[in-house]
């Protein structure tokens, strides 16, 4: 019998349609087997399932679900090898010794007091947390983010004849220093850092107060904060610093400018025209600055000066360059190299800095 032209065509699109309902119906029926909610379907095997019933223990299990029976009983009715299952595991919870036991008089369950043993767990949680703690001061990583190391730090204790709010380790080093053969080349000023490092705090002085701001600085300085009268009195005659009631003042002079330090940073460069202050030489370094009043007025001519003294007689002078706000560095011209690269400064100034540069240089 031929078959009509028609259903040839059609009998591709009818194979592929039935081909499509077929893969999905499989497909359905496969989602519904492992989906544990599909207990509805009477041709999928049942499995057991548990109720979110509230538990007075986080170790108890809940109790199978429960089948209501044809003659209207409500009492859970145990069934195949589920119910053996959820039996053996509630004798378990039963044999353990926090396991909740029932009251007698109520539907009820109590906790049973805890033992002696329960005290001693905690205190052995105690003595971890304290070594954790002690663990992260050391310098390890406590595993507890929000615990914070409490780090206790002692005040420096410093020798005979130095000063405790003046002392620098690297340079109060009397041992070092009365172990050297030679100070021909200043090597007493120099830097001798102990070993092992100090880990100390320097004495603050009595009536530290917040320094003040810049640029009021640069002419003030609270006298408290570096009471050094000594170095008054001694520079009073070269305009370096007075005392002025709580204040120290720095009126702008020094050894070599005693008509001021601004008149002197002028007159370099009438006699220098290729310095040209700002935009030839943007870096300086003053060695011996004193007080440093040469490197504070040069920040206003757009050049930044890094001053340079030793702690010799005169105290810390570097102690009221710091304290003014102006870049300082405690150091002499000896036998070690600064801690400064190649060609990082512009210019190089000395004003009766009693530095014999001709010996420096040949070595002598």
Known sequence: MAVPSADRKRRPFLLSLSLFLLLSALLVLLVLFLDSSAQSLPFLP??????????????????????????????????????????????????????????????????????ADDSSDAAAVDADATAVDAAGVDGGEAEDDGAVAEVRWETCKVRR??????????????????????????????????????????????????????PRSRDMIWYNNVPHPKLVEYKKDQNWVTKSGDYLVFPGGGTQFKDGVARYIQFVEQIMPTIQWGTHTRTVLDVGCGVAS???????????????????????????????????????????????????????????????WWKTTTGA
């Not at 002499?332 to 000395?350: E, R, S």
């Open 294 to 356: 040469f490197g504070g007025y040069l920040l206003d001519r757009n050049v930044i000066t890094m001053s340079l003294a030793p702690k010799d007689e005169h105290e810390a002078q570097i102690q009221f360059a710091l304290e003014r706000g102006i870049p300082a560095f405690l150091g002499v011209i000896g036998t070690q190299k600064l801690p400064f690269p190649d060609n990082a400064f512009d210019v190089v100034h000395c004003a009766r800095c009693r530095v014999h």
């Open 161 to 214: 004849g130095v000063s405790a709010t003046d002392y620098i380790p690297c340079l109060d080093n009397i041992r070092a220093i009365k172990a050297l053969r030679s100070r021909r080349h200043m090597e007493h000023r120099e830097r001798h850092c102990p070993a092992p490092p100090p880990r100390c705090l320097v004495r603050m002085p009595a009536g530290y107060r917040l320094p003040v701001p810049w």
């Open 46 to 115: 049942s499995r057991p399932s548990r109720l979110s019933a509230p538990s007075s223990h986080p170790h108890q299990q809940h109790s199978p679900t429960p089948v209501p029976t044809p003659g209207g009983s409500s009492d859970p009715q145990p069934n195949g090898p589920a119910a053996a299952a959820a039996e053996a595991e509630e004798k378990a919870d039963a044999s353990r010794p926090n396991a909740p036991t029932p009251v007698a008089g109520g539907s009820g369950t109590s906790t049973p007091s805890r033992t």
